[in-house]
């Protein structure tokens, strides 16, 4: 993750997206739900992310 773009991977699978793409990220109490233009939502627990995500994370709040 870094100030412009989101970078998931799973299973060898490898996707990257800039934050201005997302319809909306929000923080809730324990988690932050990143949603996606296809109405699919990303759910990231905050006691998975490093302070630093979570500070990147709180300069794309929509909400």
Same mark, same amino acid.
């Given at each position: 993750m870094d100030a412009e773009s989101l970078t998931m991977q799973e299973s060898g699978v490898k996707v990257t997206v800039r934050f201005d793409s997302f319809k909306s990220v929000r923080r809730q109490s324990k988690y932050y739900a990143v949603k996606l233009p296809e109405k699919m939502t990303? !759910?990231? @627990? @905050?006691? !998975?992310?490093? %302070?630093? %995500? @979570?500070?990147i994370l709180n300069q794309h709040l929509t909400a």
């Open positions: 990303i !759910h990231f @627990k @905050k006691s !998975h992310l490093t %302070e630093q %995500e @979570k500070d």
